[in-house]
């Protein structure tokens, strides 16, 4: 791993087993601000990382910490500064993509409406903002839970595979929209991809393998 700022996020001593398959052992990492890369071939564990750092895995040992909050001792806290969501969910298909977004003032008080629009547009979302989410195509869905990243004002924000099922418009726009906010020292992006997302400048990179 490459490190070139003060780190948001740190893991320490991690170890992740699923039964019969050894991911991670006594893995440590500092995660910086700016945009940190997560990449590796199918089944290194980039997916399970990622669910590490928000707290949606517990790890056998190790501990995590942001900003002075440990997840083992202060697991409100600690989760209410990372923005997560399963790209794969279906929790929130009942919802309107505007219903989604208004829902997430609860966890993430720091949320910004105001940047909403932009992203929307810029994501060709607007059309669906009404839509409930199970009527949206996998692509569409992750777009809203980009969006909702952007404007979520949470000091980590985790991305599985962000650009699957987007549109080449819609790759350019958020490789756009990270480059704005990788200079924002009080936050950490972490994007989990099989390679280097062209044209994004990278704090860090945690390589899994191939």
């Not at 517990?58 to 600690?78: N, S, W």
């Not at 105001?114 to 009404?130: I, K, M, W």
């Amino acid at each position: 791993m490459t490190q070139d700022h003060s780190p948001i996020l740190q893991a320490t001593n991690l170890t992740f087993h699923y039964p019969g398959q050894e991911l991670f052992s006594n893995w440590s990492a500092a995660i910086p601000a700016g945009v940190t890369l997560v990449r590796g071939g199918d089944g290194r564990g980039k997916s399970s990382l990622l669910r590490l750092l928000a707290g949606d895995l517990e790890a056998q040992t190790g501990h995590l910490e942001i900003k002075g909050a440990r997840l083992d001792e202060q697991p409100d806290v600690y989760r209410r500064q990372v923005f997560w969501v399963d790209p794969r969910s279906e929790a929130f298909d009942q919802m309107t993509a505007r219903e989604y977004f208004a829902s997430l003032h609860v966890a993430y008080p720091g949320f910004d409406d105001a940047l909403l629009p932009a992203l929307t547009e810029g994501l060709s979302l607007t059309p669906h903002l009404d839509k409930k989410l199970y009527m949206l195509s996998t692509g569409s869905k992750r777009k809203v839970w980009i969006a909702a990243a952007f404007a979520a004002g949470a000091a980590v924000k985790l991305l599985d595979d962000a650009f699957a099922g987007l549109d080449k418009a819609s790759i350019n726009f958020v490789a756009k929209m990270l480059n704005q906010v990788a200079g924002d020292l009080g936050r950490a992006w972490v994007i989990a991809l099989y390679e280097a997302p062209e044209g994004v400048g990278l704090a860090a990179v945690v390589d899994l393998g191939d």
